[in-house]
Structure formats: C-alpha cells, structure tokens
C-alpha cells in the first residue's frame, strides 16, 4: 500500500487515447493492491505550443521532476519537416530528456507468442526473441538542432560560395559512453548476459571511442558475454536472427532507427513500450519517463483504431522501474497476455480470426482482466 504522484503528459495525435487506456489500467492495479495513485495532468507538444506558447512549460517541467514518475503520450503534429514550423513540438522531449538528464533509454522486445503470426518475419524466426534495446538519448547528433544552439555544436543550413549547405555534429564524450554501457552491461546481468554494442567504428571517430570505451567497461564484466557489431550488420542479424540478442547497446540515432525496425518483430509499433531513465532519484526509486516507442501517428488519431498496449506496458515499466513494483508491473504484462490469447486485437494487428475492438475497449479489457 502506497502513496504515489504520477505526471501525465498526454500530448498530442493518439498520445490522450492511449494515455487515457494506461490510466485506466493504472487505476485497476491501484484497485487490486491498495495503492493511491495521484496524477498531475499537464500540456505537452502541439497542445502546450496552442495553450501555452511553449512545447513544455518551466513550470510544467518543475512538476515533472517533483514527482514520482512520468507518463509520456507522444508530441506531434503533422508536419512536412521543411524547417517552416516555427517551434517544434518535439522540443518538449528534447526539454525532459536534457533537463532531467534521461540519458538512458529501455526499449524491450518480446514478441507474444499468440502474436507471431501478426509479424512479416516466419514464426520460426521469431520464437523466443527477447531482447532489449538500450539507446543512448542526450548524446549525439540530435542536440544541436535545438534552440538556441547547442555552443560548439552546430546544427544548421548555411549559405556558401558554391550554394548551401547542411552540418550537424555528433559529439560523444568518454563519460556519456561510459554510462550508457553500464546501464547495458547491469541490465545483461538480470537478463541473458550477453551485450553487443552497435557502432559504424569503420567510419566514424565517435564510433571509434565508442568500441574503445565498450572494450573497457566490457572488462569489467567477465560474467558478461560481449560483442561488438557494426550498425549495417545489426539492422540485417535484427531480421534474419533476433533470438542472437539480448542487450543492444548504441547511440542517439542507430538506436531510433533500430527500434522502429525491432517494433515489427513484436507485430506493431503499438506494442513496444520504452523508460528513459537518469541519475536523479525520488523517494521510491529512480524517476523515469515511460512513453509508447511509436510517435503520434496523426494519420489514425480519434479513430479508435491506435493500439493502447505500448503505452499500457511503458505504464508497467513505470511501475517496475520508478516505483519499485514488480509484481503489479508482471500483472499488467499477465493481463495483456491473456487478453491476445483471448483473440482480441487492435486494427493495426488484423488478422483471420481476429475479435477486432478499439482502442477504448482494449483498455477496458486488460483492466478487467485484472
Ligand atoms: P515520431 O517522429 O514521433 O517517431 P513517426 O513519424 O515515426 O513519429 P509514428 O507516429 O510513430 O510516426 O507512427 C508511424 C505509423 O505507425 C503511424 O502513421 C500509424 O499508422 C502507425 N502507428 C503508430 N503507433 C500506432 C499505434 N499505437 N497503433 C496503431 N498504429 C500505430
Ligand atoms: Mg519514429
């Protein structure tokens, strides 16, 4: 029996639906194990930018970091990426993730069984795939482009003599490297114990360092078995043999790119859920940040028809990771097992047989299975 605040941040496209069916899941577990759960509703994205003027607000972050844990919707609106937007609703996460120092991001992979077939891979393929992607997320290339400019790391189109050009720039230090290994290689130690660290070290100097911070703290677990592999290959081994994996450990940009392919191995982008996690700790344990892997898909929203699970199982990981609950995380995961045993599916997982339902009714399921 506990007292928990949870920050909600629904934001914007199916990021409220979703959001919403987490909730209600939430407050079945708080139902089942007498616990209270108090959550602080706040603007995000395209919402706060409309309302607020801002993608997240000062005070709106204050809140975030005053409670227990996060649960995150999706930021986004449609947008043709051409640079016309004025401010960008994908700031918000850039915000969250610097200011509170989210440096290390979860993403597991494990395919249901009863949800084999809804993947393009061969069930055979895919049985007993397992596996958990851990990107790195204040690193990299994808600082600059904020506003104002990261010093000393540009991020821009400019004019020159001969037209204009484009620079981003991916910087690396030796003590982001090291960290975001160290949460791989504890995380291998409760898993399989095996972590491969993605890099392109044939090319580029970060990746270089990259390998040479790897191999070190490689050392230092012995119990650990340890590769290294060359983004190129990792993408072709995801398909052709997932169950090689356990931990993945990459940077910024190879692990956003990895994970949306890692997402179809579970069937859908609507049934990978993700924690982003730092350094900073609450009174129950580490705050993090829970939010489904996939974005906020303006193309189905207020149909009805977005999966809920992703953002169902980030509120399990809640659970397990910032609020030290490990049996109420298992019984989500239960819940949403047996209700895809019980042939209910979202329209993204269609299939011959299939008890079509939607996104609300979806989350009423699995909150009555438990
Ligand atoms: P982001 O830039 O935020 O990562 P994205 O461009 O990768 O966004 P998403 O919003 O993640 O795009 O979605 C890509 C497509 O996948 C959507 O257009 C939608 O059709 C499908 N999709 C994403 N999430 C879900 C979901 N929960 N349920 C069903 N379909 C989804
Ligand atoms: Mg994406």
Not at 142 to 168: C, F, M, N, W
Not at 279 to 298: D, N, V
Request: aromatic content about 6%.
């Amino acid at each position: 029996m506990g007292n928990y605040t949870i920050t909600v941040l629904p934001g914007d496209g199916i990021g409220p639906e979703v959001t919403e069916q987490a909730i209600l899941v939430l407050n079945a577990i708080a139902r089942r194990y007498q616990h209270t759960f108090t959550y602080h509703r706040r603007l995000v994205g395209v919402a706060a930018i409309e309302a607020e003027g801002v993608a997240i607000s000062d005070e709106s972050l204050e809140i975030c970091q005053q409670s227990d844990a996060i649960l995150f919707g999706a930021v986004g609106g449609i947008s043709n990426y051409d640079g016309s937007d004025k401010v960008k609703p994908e700031e918000a996460l850039f915000k969250l993730r610097k200011g509170l120092q989210f440096f290390a991001n979860l993403r597991p992979v494990k395919p249901l069984k009863n949800l084999l077939s809804a993947s393009t891979l061969k069930p055979e393929v895919l049985q007993g795939t397992d596996l958990l992607v851990v990107r790195e997320l204040t690193g990299g290339l994808y600082y600059g482009h904020l506003e104002p400019p990261v010093p000393g790391k540009p991020s821009e189109i400019r004019q020159t003599e001969h037209g204009r050009e484009a620079i981003d720039t991916l910087i690396y230090t030796e003590t982001e490297i090291e960290r975001i290994l160290r949460v791989a290689f504890d995380s291998a130690r409760d898993r399989k114990q095996k972590v491969t660290s993605v890099d392109k070290a044939n090319v580029l100097s970060s990746s270089v360092l990259w390998r040479q911070v790897a191999n070190r703290v490689a050392s230092e677990y012995p119990d650990v078995t340890f590769e290294n592999l060359l983004v190129d290959a990792c993408a072709m081994h995801l398909l052709r043999k997932p169950t090689s994996f356990d931990v993945i450990v990459t940077e910024n940009l190879f692990g956003d790119i990895l994970t949306d392919e890692a997402s179809m191995l579970a069937g859908s982008m609507g049934m990978l859920p993700s924690a982003s996690l730092g350094t900073h700790k609450t009174a129950h344990g580490r705050l993090g940040l829970y939010e489904p892997i996939h974005g906020s898909a303006p193309d189905i929203a207020g149909q009805g028809k977005a999966n809920p699970i992703a953002a169902i199982l980030s509120a399990a990981m809640l659970l397990q990771y910032s609020l030290g609950l490990k049996d109420e995380a298992a019984a989500i995961e239960d819940a949403v097992t047996k209700t895809i045993e019980a042939g209910y599916r979202t329209e993204d997982l269609r299939e011959a047989g299939a008890r079509i339902i939607n996104t609300q009714q979806m989350g009423q399921k699995i909150a009555a299975t438990l």
